[in-house]
Every structure is written in structure tokens, then in C-alpha cells.
């Protein structure tokens, strides 16, 4: 705090006011930086799993429970008088799925009653999360029965309002009294629907049900997917996400691996194979857990989008303080070692790869960075920050350091809390700020020598506003977008420590009040899920990624910045926020070292409204954001002069310079 005032004096006092920043960037001197700078964080907080990313239509659908949470029905409701009822068979489906649903033919589906000897259709809806949406588009269903049937079954996606039937199909009954029978089917809609209050329902005839009922469980229902994935994710939240350029991806989350207690962490075996061997989880967020997003699912989302994988392994800490002594705590730690195996060992040698090639992927996926535990400075107390350092961490950091050399294993806690992160390991940081403290971030990392991850970072408090309790913004707002950019300036600035940062939550569903500043809002209709002002940032940012910081002799304030350059791409960067500032506009004059004069280069300044407060409002759907791209050529002094106005976000890229250039096509030369 007292930095940043003397340097706002600084600014007022000294400077005069059109005079320009000069940036000289160095051509040698920089570093290499970590090529997964800019990331996020997933986990299944307030239906951002089950209900947002995960594809699922079908809400409670397998009536799981916890030792937090009892079955429900949840979600569903009878048709023409059908009793729907929660059973637990002698027979259950699988061990996983213990309880049911039992549909019986209820008293006005009875022939008598309805005066006609004619059959009549009995079943149930559910009115998914929130709704559904309803397009003409391919939609892949399931569901399991058990009970003597004669018939067909009807699968209809229909109005919650008006009963309207937008599309449905007949599925012929393959039912047995003494088995659960699977039953697949396709559905293609012939209509959109108007609005996302559909539900879906499967009916059959009521004369058809030998004893008059039916047990049913794991009804679902997915729209196409991304990527086309099985059991895959809502295809618009995965390509918002996808479309700012993510490289680094956090899984499985913060609270939700470690869980409630000991006895209900995030176990990701759990969540391995067919859906009817997926139990559930409690999560943390007070709401059942399908355990349908699990392992496998956020490997493939990185592979999808080839992102680098921060994987966290649970470490004997609970949310409730839960901690495992330490003679107690090997099991954990060789269940992290399996999960290690089971992400990246091989698949003919090793027992967990061999599961993994199993479920369908043979090939090891990349893993080069575990985490152990999250925040484990805050859950436990002093004694869970103390029995971290002193054996959960070194247990842990010795026993996959000893398995996978490789592995950067990294602490759940930061130098900033209080842990000097012994060798080789690294450390985790967490910000949730206001946009001062995430200016503050700008040199935090600057002689902190110890590699880190930034694990969660956005601006969620106006200046002022500390602690969970006062403060929180609804939505990322646009003076809070360029705090986050100066932090990330900062950290991409260390990016030779820095290994990469992470927005934190990604998706919010705007019907469950989730916290506040989540990088992407959505809703049962898509036509609602909304980019955050700082999902333009990271886009710019994380979209011009550099290879190797470049020196450069400045003051910083109000403009903030780092240099580097692309080896890869041959091309010079500069990346660059105001925050502050006391004119309108701020001149730069940038200069490459080395660069020849009349250098074309791109030049993209984001801008925001004029109330610093602004954000992208989903139920107006105005973007607030201003990109502006331009082209400009440095002049015969090699200068690139340009001005960014007071709380805007720029990045300047050259054009592949032709050194650069030569260089590559000289490497590929020799490569033929
Ligand atoms: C490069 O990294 C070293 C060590 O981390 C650091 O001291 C130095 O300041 C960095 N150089 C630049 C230009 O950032
Ligand atoms: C779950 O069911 C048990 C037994 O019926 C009951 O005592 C308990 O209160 C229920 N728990 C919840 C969270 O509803
Ligand atoms: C009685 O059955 C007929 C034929 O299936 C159906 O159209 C009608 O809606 C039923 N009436 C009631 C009251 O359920
Ligand atoms: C569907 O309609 C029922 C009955 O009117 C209502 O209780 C439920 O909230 C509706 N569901 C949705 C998603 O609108
Ligand atoms: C339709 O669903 C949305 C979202 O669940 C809700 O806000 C809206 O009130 C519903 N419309 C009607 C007419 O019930
Ligand atoms: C789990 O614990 C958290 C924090 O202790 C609490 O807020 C939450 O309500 C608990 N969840 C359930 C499902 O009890
Ligand atoms: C920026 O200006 C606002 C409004 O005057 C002030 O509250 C805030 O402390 C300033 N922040 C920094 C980092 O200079
Ligand atoms: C880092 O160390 C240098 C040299 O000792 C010092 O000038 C600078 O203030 C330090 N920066 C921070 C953020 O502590
Ligand atoms: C999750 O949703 C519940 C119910 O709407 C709400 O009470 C709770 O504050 C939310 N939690 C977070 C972390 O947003």
C-alpha cells in the first residue's frame, strides 16, 4: 500500500503530463518462461460441474446419496398419475447405484377409471437443471429398467409451460422381471423450442406393466457434445473456455478434493468407467454430486484443448480439519502414487495404466506438474498448515519425487504463507483481490526465487472490500479486469518461476447464487452464457504468448508491462495495462533493440466503459469491452509510438521479424 501511494505522488508531481514512457527493450538478458502462463480452475462448485460444464440434461439421475445427503426425487415428476417411489432393490443395479426409482401405474391410469379399455401412457418428467435446452439437433439418451414389461417406451423433450412436444421417439421395451435391461436411444427434436423450460419424459402403457410397476435408474440425456466426446461437456461453455487460449488447466479443483471430512474427499476411482459404477460424491457446495465429470472427463478436456495439467492428489486434510496422522498417512500417499500412474503410466507394465488403457486411452497422457492438497494453510488450522510442513508435504514430495523425477510436485501453500518450499518442489499462491492488492502483485514474485503456480486469481472485492463477508462483485468488472492485468504483467514478468496462473471459478451458473467474478456465466439456455470482462484480458493476453522475457529499463505506474519475444514465431511482444493513470492518455515509446526500422506490428488496446464498475451483464447481453487492433510500423529510429488512455490493456506483437524468420527456416533446412 505504501508503495503504491509514494509512486502515485511520484507520477502526480514529477512527471509532465505528455511526456512519453520510454521503454528500451534489451535484445539479450531475459529468461525462458513457462509456456503455461495463463490457465484456470475447474471444480464442481454450485452446479458448475454437474448442470453447467458436464453435458448431463438429466437432473438426480441415479438418485445417489452420501453420508450427507439421503436419495430424492428430485428433479421428477409422475405423468398421468404414476407413483413414483424411492426403492432399494434386493437387485440393485449396480453397487454404486443402490436405490431406484419405482414407477407404478397409478389410479388414473387404470383402464376402469379412465372408462376406455384402451391402454394410456404413465411415466415421468424431469425438468433438468433449471430447464433445458431444446434445439433440432441429435440428443443421446439412456436408461436402465428392470420389471416385466409389454410395449414400447416413449422419450419425449416437451414445454414445462405449454406441454408442446418438440420431439420424441419410440424405444421397444427389452425388459426382464429379474435383470436391469439397458435401453439406448437417439432423439432428434423436429422444432426448437422458444425458451429453455422443457423437460424431458419417458412414458410407456400402463396395460403393459405386468405388476403394475416398473424400477428405473441412470436416466440421461445429453445434446452433442464438444469434441463429440461420450459422457462428454455443454459444447458452448467448453468453447468459451477454449476460446481464450488456455494452456494450464488445475484439476480437481480446491475444497472439492479435499471434501467435508476424511471419510468424503474428491476419490477419483470413484469416478473411473461406466456410469453405473459412479457412486457420487457429496462435494462441498451442499448439493449431491454425480461423479459424472471425473477423472478420465478432465483428462480428455486437457487433451482437447492440450493443456498442461496441474494435478491435484488429496493429502489427509478436510475441509472440517480432518487431519490423517502421520502414521496413518502412507494409504494416501500411495493412492496419490496410483493416480499418478493412472494418468501417465504405461499401459502394457504398470497396473493403473493398464486400467486407464482399459476405459480407452492407451497412450499415457502428459503429467509434469502434482499438487498436494489445496490450501492447506486454511481448512486445518495451525495444526493443518503445521502438520503440512512438517510430514504431509515432505511424505508426499519424497515419494513422487522418488517414482517420477520428472514431476514438479507442488505445495498447496505459498512462500507468502509461510513455507520456505524445500527443494525440488514448488509452491501454490491464491489471490482473490481487489484491483489495488492485484496491483500489489505486480513485483511480489520478483525476488522470490522458488518456482510457484498462481492456483486461483481473479478481482472479486471494489477497493475496500476485504474478506468474504463485505464486498464481493457479481460479476468481473472492468477496473478489477485491469487489476488482474497487472498482476499477470507481474507474474509473466518472473514467468522464468512463474509456471502459470489460474483464473478461478471459470463457469458460474447465474441460478445458483455462486461467488462472486467468475470468468464465464451461463444458464440452462446458451444464449445466456456470457464472457466476463476479464475473459477478454486473458484472451489477449494468453493469446500472445512469449517464449522469453526481454529486459527493459522503466518506471512502472501507471503503466505497467512486460517485453519478451517468440522464438517460435520470430516476432518481439510487449504486453501492457494503465492503471491510474493521472491524464487521459499515456504516450508510449517502445523500442526493440536490434529491430530494423519500419517494423510492421499489431497493436491491440482493450478499453472498457466509462463507469470503471462496468461489466458484461448477461440478461442485457452488452459487451463492454472495446477491442481495437491497428497496424503500426516503428519509425526510422525503430520507435513504436503509440497511447493507451487511463484503465486499458494492450499487446503489441511484430510481425515475424526477418532474423527471427531466417533462423526458422535455416532449422527446418537442416531438418530435411
Ligand atoms: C531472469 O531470471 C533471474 C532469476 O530468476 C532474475 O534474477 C532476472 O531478473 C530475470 N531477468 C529478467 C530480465 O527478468
Ligand atoms: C436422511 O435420512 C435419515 C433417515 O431417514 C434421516 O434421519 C436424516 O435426517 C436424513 N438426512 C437428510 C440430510 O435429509
Ligand atoms: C383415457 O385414455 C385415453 C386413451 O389413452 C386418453 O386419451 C385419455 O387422456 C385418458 N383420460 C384420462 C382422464 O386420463
Ligand atoms: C416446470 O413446471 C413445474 C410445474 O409448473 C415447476 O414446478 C417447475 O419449476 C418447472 N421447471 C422449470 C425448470 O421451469
Ligand atoms: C422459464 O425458466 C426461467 C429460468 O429457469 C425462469 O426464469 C422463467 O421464469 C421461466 N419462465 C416461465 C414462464 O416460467
Ligand atoms: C461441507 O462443509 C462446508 C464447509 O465446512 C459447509 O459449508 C457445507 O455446508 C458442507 N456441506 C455439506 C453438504 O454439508
Ligand atoms: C486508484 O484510484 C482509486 C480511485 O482514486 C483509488 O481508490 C485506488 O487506491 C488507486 N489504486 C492504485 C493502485 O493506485
Ligand atoms: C527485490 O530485491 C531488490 C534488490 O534487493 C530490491 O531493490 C527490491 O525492492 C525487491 N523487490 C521486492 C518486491 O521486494
Ligand atoms: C452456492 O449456492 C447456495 C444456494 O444458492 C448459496 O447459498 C451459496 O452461497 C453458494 N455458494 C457459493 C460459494 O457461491
Known sequence: ??????AALATAAAVPLVSAVDIAVKATGGNATSPHQYGFLHEDINNSGDGGLYAELIRNRAFQSSSIFNSTLDGWTPINGAALSLKDLDEPLSKALKTSMNVAVGSLSSSKRNGSSSSQAVGFANDGYWGMDV??????????????????FTASLRSNLTGEVFGSTEIEAKTSADEWVEHEFKLT????????????????DAAGAK????????????????????NGLRIDLAEAIEGFHPTLLRIPGGNMLEGNNSNAWWDWKNTLGPLKDRPGFSGVWGYQQSNGLGLMEYLYLAEDMDLEIVLGVYNGLSLNGD??????????????????EFVSGD????????????LGHPAPFKLQYVEVGNEDWLAGGDEGWATFKEYRFPMFLEAINKKYPHITVISSGSVFDGYEVPAPGAGDYHIYGTPDSLVDQFDLFDNVTIPHIIGEAAAVHPNGGLGWDAGLLEYPWWSGTIGEAVSMIGYERNADRI??????????????WQWAAVMIQFAADPAKTTLSTSWYLWELFAGHLMTHTLPASSDFNPLYYVTGKNEDKGTYLFKGAVFNATTDEVPVSLIFEGLRPGTEAELTILTGPEDPYGFNDPFTGVNVVKTVKEKVVSDEEGR?????????????????????????????????
Open 1 to 6: 500500500m505504501v508503495r503504491v501511494s509514494l
Open 135 to 152: 434445439k433440432i439437433q441429435p440428443y443421446t439418451g439412456s436408461f436402465w429398467v428392470k420389471g416385466e414389461y409389454e410395449g414400447s
Open 499 to 512: 509456471i502459470g496462473a489460474a483464473y478461478a471459478p471459470i463457469v458460474r451458473s447465474l441460478d445458483r
Open 211 to 230: 405388476d403394475g410397476s416398473l424400477d428405473f435408474n441412470l436416466i440421461s440425456l445429453f445434446p452433442p457434445t464438444y469434441k463429440g466426446r461420450k
Open 347 to 358: 499401459a502394457s507394465t504398470t497396473k493403473w495404466g493398464r486400467r486407464r488403457a482399459e
Open 189 to 204: 427434436p423436429t422444432k426448437d423450442a422458444p425458451n429453455s423450460n422443457n423437460t424431458f419424459s419417458l412414458t410407456f
Open 323 to 340: 487431519i490423517i496422522p502421520k502414521d496413518k498417512l502412507q494409504p494416501f500417499v500411495d493412492d496419490a502414487l496410483d493416480q499418478i
Open 640 to 672: 513504436f509510438a503509440f497511447s493507451m488512455p487511463d484503465l486499458s490493456i494492450a499487446v503489441l506483437e511484430t510481425k515475424s521479424a526477418k532474423c527471427g524468420k531466417k533462423k526458422r527456416d535455416m532449422k527446418q533446412g537442416l531438418r530435411h
